[in-house]
């Protein structure tokens, strides 16, 4: 047995609304509710206006109604807000599966036509509005970049509070209304997020207005949330800061009053803690963000009862209520009936169009969620940038690698005036990990952001600070992610073996990123700017936990058309590097840098033009002779640390076998080595062969696992020659010297590599890769006994230029 | 200026410990301090016997101190209860980076000389314990494998309480002390972590006794929860569901009576809530569980002032808090007044062993935790398995692919009877996805753990539940970890896409089982085992976001020594492989297999040989000529949907170029394709070549991205010929079929490819080409059409083989 749903009638309840405006406010939702029951089902019939058969019912039932009719009710709650206020708000869809309620939303307020002109607001849009959702070459399931007014996709769950925040962060008059999914808010990233409000300041900010959707199911499950008793649940969320206001019921007279109420009062206390904060003076205490619980049932409106189970209310209105409503007569009639159940004749015209008081209920303009420019991607300013060549540090040709610097230090300084001259749209975000990571000089000119008390010895908090720091690498990500899909640029400082903990959401990103950019009316957004340092061969405090260079692996399985990863060698190449990341758009680039003092190799001028062809020969590194000769071999690098080996490398060669042809080739744009047709920035083959020769041995030291660099040039003609040291998965609490060494990345190494790979060396050269054996074991016993690298390491100088 | 801490005296302060009782614990708690610094610091004259000399400091300072006194006074507590109580307890300390704390406690315990003989309990042991500490060829500087009692490094910080919670599950008798550093608890995984309390069963399980380690402080910054009002605080952990303890304070004697207090009074409540729940009779409502905030400075007892600024109880006291102790001779004059502050003299002898009452504080054998067999590995009960080979499903080699099955439903059955054959030794994990991947079966023996509150509709919960279902992949991963290293067997079922969000945590877990094989005193323990589905190739209701086979890559990365990939094509495969992953040891698995219904290949015979091999030629699907004779092409696949295709190809190929010698190999066993000297698993050479042929082109049609296969095979012999296809991140919510075309691994596409590649064909076989690129562009039309895929595609079926 199936039952449907019955219309129902508005009681009378009292509330803010008059009896008018909660029946326009009901019908709106109404509406929403059959376009959105109509999405999941229908590609033919839009209005019912025969009885359904089974051709008008798609043969695949996908989507996800269960969330849907709580996302319509916020929604149209807070168009309502919008017009009675003035209000500038977005709308993020925790839940993003409900894809469908945010369709419905746009295609009523008019916004899916100006942006799909064949989606037109009349019954043949309908019908097309219907059948391309979730079908082959139409629209995905969920809120994604072709949904109008998303910039929260919400298909991995747990990041809606994140980019809400994001979003308000330096966007004063901006509302963030964020609809959270019980099941979503078991996830440790919306768990942690919630103390974001500790990060927004009300004067410079904007709100975020988070309603928990307590429709108590997620997809099989009750959730933890729904099943402790409500004055924990409150107790919680107190606790994390915020004055939480619950409405519940299955009435939706009741529920429409009682959600009116408590957007009007969580409004007034927005602007009322926003007004204290900005009317001058002494900053007021921190005060609890309002917030709302809106316990509604799961599937609301949906069929009761389907083949005998209770769905509505219940985690069976997950997906699809009625799955076999195309070959099952009983079922469709339900759907027919659910759907009539809206009384569609109230709310379409006879050409399918919303009738006219509907259309009055919309907001106008951008100030329609749909329209938004902030989630649309259409406010990107400009930074400011001083220009980097003023940042550079000093390098005199003839003694190259003479002075030391700490390459992120150096960044740090040009950051620091990056973050003063662009006090409204640059932002830096660090797990605790700013100072840490050399970065420091930021603090310069501004303190960390900082809402909550301050301790005696507390340092450079601030409640107007420019960076974030808090101990979780999913709300710096998070965050980032919400201000940067909002137009504002910034940068992610962390250590490089934890960015893994932010993996799936920088896939997530990069899949946003791609496939928005093929959504026309969407434009680019700045990149997202990943500073990786405390890497993984200068991880002195730490050991194997922190020693793991994979991010790369993973950045580089997402389109090409998205991502970068530069690997500067020294200070002012990294400079250079991040010069061009900050004026970038649409990507993520992946920048890793140490924060150890290291040599600088190249000057100013030299980095910029290194930088600019991404790989290069170093001819001052090498020995090979002149034009139409041959070298023996290629010593190629990639990574601070690894250029420091070869270079040491390509001395000790030059000293022990100076009839030996080296070229040294350092590459910075690791996506230069991938061939021309698989990314941007590939070498055409013609060009890598020339820098990396056609047939000599190419013995490559690389700062992450070596088998990328394979991955990156199996195609390229001379791959077989191709002998790549990297971090095998070797590492522990020791000195840097003995990491490389634990790895086969060190000097010694790398010439005994030489030595076993050119035809013309082996036999030829047996006391050299004896002394480099010997030398090895003479530099491991020194550390067991002196508990640092032997001088004959640390001491090492570049000895000045080969010719 | 620098100033050291003074000796301090205990002041008379009321409590449940008398004087003799506090002067004890506290010179236990010196003892430990003052083994924790001299690790840090000394690599000579531990017992401060002559005035310390630049010679006597180690060159690199490197560890954490800051943590440090706090985690050793939990142990010295936690003792005390141990010995009072008898209890059995394992201690997880959050910020394992306080490493020196732990392994002083070991020291002092005993347990580090019984299990490392060199580091004897006396003054040439103690200094061997300092020197050892950070030091080249040494121990790492946090709680890793070689620290006695620890099964939890905290490196990457966030799982301390998933692992406590994990340990104490199906462990009745045991408290897990999880110490969490009030920065850690700022990550999301731990703050999602302290609803575990919700999964506790007090008849069934152990208990957690978390102690929330309020320092104040992470590395530069203060903390989020330390810089809100106590009260706000406290009901952020009461909505968490605990009756939070508090304990603050800088007095030595006070701090010591108010844990003493506070400890005693959570294990009596402990003890209440599992005694009540173990009374017989109906379960007990849920009660808070007790838990300590524990408000001490960080740093505590460490020079108050170092070079004019506060130390003690700031942010600074993070590391090593006197960095010249080596080269300044303040700063050492300071160290050493600091280190006999603890009054060495009254803790050791004359021979550097601890007095004789400080021994007596000690528990006993395995009661002491740093011994304890379910921190060390040493409690491993086997499963008990049933036949596999009683679930298969028929297969009839004349009608293969005639029956079609969800694989993982079948596997279902089998784990069904696994969970009820071992009802205190096997868990299930997902994150609300068991019954989504089809694992429901299991549910036919248990429930789901639960003990909040059950609603009217909600299904299976169950108090004494074998399956956790919990949205949230890090609580899944994490408390399968703790319940795995701890000696018990269980399994991750999770969409194939978001198992990405456990990256970090897979590679700490991989990390940790890599070094602990090389502790000798450590046995290997149960494998992490992983389910992946709902996979890139059907991902059905969602879209682009639940579309990423990437986890290989990264599981690729770890020591070869503990990672395990497959792809078994289908139900029988998919048995087989599952009953070799729970009888393995020390690996992660990871199996990839599909949820919906796809054809039967193998016979369970023929199963459990393709398993054993791993990977090898289905003989009756190809085309090859008798012995002696080479096939002009090799159709290789790996994963069930690109078996499928290949299939499809083959027989196309059948039909339509019957002279065409086509070899088909399935692979399983994906680490088949390395080097033999690259992974245990690795295929030798010269059995490589025979299967793969040395120089016929092979068309890969792979589950994952294309590239992991070329990564996997680039040194072998024919990698040249080798086309690979798989996810080039190509996708939206489609038809499964336009999902394989979007990627170019459809059957079309790979019989396009056999015409391109083998020498024979091109031109010869141009009609056929064309016919493969129509039918492409007809399938594609009629998803377009029909929202379905064409009956063409749907109703292929295996025509029989072909010999
Ligand atoms: C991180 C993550 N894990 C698992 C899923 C699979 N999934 C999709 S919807 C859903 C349930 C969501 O429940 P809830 O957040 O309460 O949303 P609602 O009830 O509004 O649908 C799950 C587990 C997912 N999308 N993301
Ligand atoms: C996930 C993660 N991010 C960053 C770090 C770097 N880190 C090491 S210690 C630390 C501060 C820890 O503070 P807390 O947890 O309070 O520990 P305690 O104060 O006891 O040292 C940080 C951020 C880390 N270890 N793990
Ligand atoms: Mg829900
Ligand atoms: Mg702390």
Redesign the interface.
Known sequence: ESRAPQPYALGEVPGPLDREQLRLLDQWWRAANYLSVGQIYL?ADPLLREPLRPEHV???L???FGTVPGLNLVYAHVNRLIRERDLEAVFVAGPG?GGPGPNACAWLEGTYTELYSHITRDEEGMRELF?QF?????????C?PETPGSFH?G????YALLHAYGAVLDNPDLVAVAVVGD??A????????W?CG?FVNPARDGAVLPVLHLN?Y???????L????EE??????????YAPRVVAGSDPAAVHQATARAFDECLDEIRAIQAAARAGGAAPERRPWPMVVLRTPKGWTCPPVVDGQ?VE???RAH?VPLPGARGDDGHRRVLEEWMRSYRPEELFDEQGRPVQELLELNPVGTRRMSASPHANGNVVRDLRLPDWRDYTVEVDPAHRGALLHEATRVLGTWLRDVTRLNPDNFLTFAP?????NRLQDILEVTG?S?Q????E???G?DRLGRTV???????CQGLLEGYTLTGRHGLFTCYE??I??V??MF??HA?WL??SAAVEWRHPVPSLNYLLSSHVWRQ???????Q?P?FL??V????PAVVRIYLPPDANTLLSTYDHCLRSRHYVNVVVAGKQPQQDWLTAEEAALHCARGAGIWDWAGTEGGPGTLPDVVLACAGDVPTLETLAAASILREELPDLAVRVVNVVDLMRLLPETEHPHGLPDREFDTLFTEDRPVVFAFHG?P??V??LT?RRRN?AQLHVRGFK?KG????PF?MVMLNDLDRYHLVIDVVDRVPSLGPRAAALRQRMVDARLRA?TW??E???DAPEVTGWSWPGDAR
Request: proline share 5%.
């Open positions: 590609m798609k043969p695949r996908l989507g996800h599966h059948r979730s079908f082959p070459g139409g629209v995905p399931s969920h994604a996709e298909g991995e769950l747990g099941g979503e078991e996830t440790g990233p919306l768990a942690t997020s103390h500790k108590e997620k997809i099989a499950n009750p959730t933890l729904a099943r402790i008793p924990e649940l409150l107790t919680l969320l107190r606790g994390y800061g209770q209310g219940t985690f997906q605790d990990e700013l100072a840490s960390r900082w909550a008390e301050v301790g010895f507390d340092v908090l720091e808090v101990l979780s690498e999913h709300v073996a934890f893994h903990i993996d799936a896939n997530q899949k791609q496939a002195d405090h730490n050991g194997f936990t922190h793991d994979g692996d993973v580089l399985n997402k389109d696992y088998w990328l394979h991955r199996y791959h998965e522990t609490t020791t000195t003995d491991r550390t067991r002196h508990g640092e």
